[in-house]
């Protein structure tokens, strides 16, 4: 797809993978940017509106806010996200709702307020922000990696109902990227790409039409090749693995 002149809505731009590509495409895009954060824009081609996502009124009006500048939209990427850190002896259902509203039910808000538009245009596209993982879990990961699995599956079969309508979906999986949400639960590899680099490499993807974004390429084939072990195998090659990684904040 060429991305030239097009307008498109970014959601959770004030940091991370979200707030470099909203910066980046603004060079030559018009850019509409949403989170409860500000973004800081680098020209004049973007314009912030505040909100959350977890109140569909706030999508509205953010909506209202972009048509009323740009009229049509070309689409959006949903990049907002939260981590957590899912401890079961102080176990609590409403925590893992919360994350479940921001992860999953906040790119449905988006949805059901931009996809009328797409479908009457039938041109646009739909980009969203899971994970590379979103097949299993990991230690103390019981509540995030269920809200990227509940992402992945869901924009499966969006794609799959809406492949005939003209737009363009893609899903975008990073594996490890260093971003606040990264430093907030204290991962730490050499296998990390700085949020600038994961921008790059998916704009060069969009502009390629893919529909998986999947990276780096040798994590991809690592999580590939755990997707398919045994639970015996994988729950031991897991365990051993994480301490390198991450620290358990508990
Ligand atoms: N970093 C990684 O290694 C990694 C790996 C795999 C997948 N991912 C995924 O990548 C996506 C982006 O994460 P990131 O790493 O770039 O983290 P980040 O820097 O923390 O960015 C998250 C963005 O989401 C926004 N956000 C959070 N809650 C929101 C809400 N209720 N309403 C509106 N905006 C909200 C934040 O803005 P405000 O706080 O200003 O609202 C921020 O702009 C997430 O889906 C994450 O799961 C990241």
Redesign the pocket.
């Known amino acids: 797809m060429e991305l030239k002149d097009k307008t498109i809505i970014i ?9 470099a590509l909203a910066r980046s495409l603004s060079k030559d895009n018009r850019v509409g940017t ?4 500000p973004f800081n824009s680098p020209n004049q081609n973007s314009l912030h509106v505040q ?4 109140k569909p009124e706030d999508i509205k009006n953010a909506m209202t806010v972009f048509k009323d500048k740009w009229a049509a939209i070309d689409g959006f990427i949903y ?5 957590q850190i899912t401890d079961f002896k102080k176990f609590q259902a409403d925590d893992v709702r919360k994350l479940m509203d ?2 999953f039910f ?1 790119f449905l808000n988006c949805l059901e307020a931009i996809l009328p538009d797409l479908l009457t245009q039938k041109t646009g596209m739909i980009g969203m ?4 993982m979103v097949g299993r879990s990991l230690p103390n990961g019981a509540a ?1 990696f269920s809200t ?1 699995a509940a992402q992945h599956v869901f924009f499966e079969g969006l794609r799959m109902d809406l492949q005939n309508q003209g737009l363009h979906f893609f899903e ?11 430093r ?1 639960v204290d ?1 730490k590899s050499d296998k ?1 790409w700085s ?1 600038d680099k994961a921008a790059q490499h998916i704009i060069q993807q969009m502009k390629r039409n893919e529909t998986d974004i999947s990276f780096p390429l040798d994590l991809k084939l690592v999580t590939q090749s755990l997707n398919v072990l045994p639970d015996s195998a994988y729950f031991k090659i897991v365990k051993s693995q994480m301490d390198k990684n991450f620290r358990n904040k508990n």
Not at 79 to 83: I, M, P, T
Not at 129 to 132: E, M, Y
């Open positions: 959601f959770g731009a004030s940091s991370g993978i979200g707030e949403f989170s409860r954060r909100g959350d996502v977890t990049s907002v996200g939260k981590a921001t992860n906040g922000v899971s994970a590379l995030y990227k975008i999986r990073p594996g490890l990227v260093d971003t606040p949400m990264a907030e991962v990390m949020a």
